[in-house]
């Protein structure tokens, strides 16, 4: 019986994987999935940094940061030239703050020093079995149905001092 059910999961997983929009297996298989859960603002306040996958992916040879401050301030620091289509190592600042849609948690970026006050939502992901980080940020690259994106983990050292 058991048997049984677990080809029909993987019969399932194998079709949504080969669909004409096509899911990324390990995203399937991934700890995290949306926020359904409505973060608390001091566990996003603080240095995030991308994870090793996401510097080995997109071989990230430059120190790239998003800081949230308590204030609602945020700066992204060196971010690379593909994201948003600047020049590699941008800086840029504005303010940041919750936001639900539809379903799931974002961060909303208001970038305060650009003419056009661009505004933007990046993804946030729960791990789905309460594990540690309980959040990682996600920013999608182009179509969403690409999978490619870039993972940025919440740096433990640095929450502290960004809250004072």
């Known amino acids: 019986m058991k048997y049984q059910y677990i080809c029909k999961v993987l019969f399932i997983l194998l079709v949504?994987?080969?669909?004409?929009?096509?899911?990324?297996?390990d995203r399937v298989f991934s700890f995290y999935g949306l926020a359904f859960t409505e973060p608390?603002?001091?566990?996003?306040?603080?240095?995030w940094m991308p994870d090793e996958s996401t510097?080995?992916?997109?071989?990230?040879?430059?120190?790239?940061?998003?800081?949230f401050s308590a204030d609602?301030?945020?700066?992204?620091?060196?971010?690379?030239h593909w994201w948003?289509?600047?020049s590699i190592g941008i800086s840029n600042k504005g303010i940041w703050n919750l936001k639900k849609s539809n379903c799931c948690w974002s961060i909303e970026l208001k970038f305060t020093n650009l003419l056009t006050n661009f505004?933007?939502?990046?993804?946030?992901?729960e791990h789905r079995f309460n594990g540690d980080p309980k959040y990682l940020i996600e920013i999608t690259l182009g179509d969403p149905d690409s999978g490619?994106?870039?993972i940025?983990?919440?740096?433990?050292?640095?929450?502290?001092?960004?809250?004072?």
């Open 55 to 67: 510097r080995v992916k997109y071989n990230l040879d430059i120190s790239t940061k998003l800081i």
């Open 148 to 150: 490619n994106s870039m």
């Open 84 to 86: 948003k289509g600047e």
């Open 119 to 125: 505004l933007t939502g990046i993804g946030l992901l």
């Open 72 to 80: 609602g301030s945020f700066k992204a620091e060196n971010v690379p």
């Open 16 to 25: 949504l994987n080969t669909s004409s929009c096509s899911l990324p297996l």
């Open 152 to 164: 940025f983990v919440k740096q433990k050292f640095a929450s502290a001092i960004i809250s004072k």
């Open 40 to 47: 608390h603002k001091t566990e996003i306040i603080g240095i």
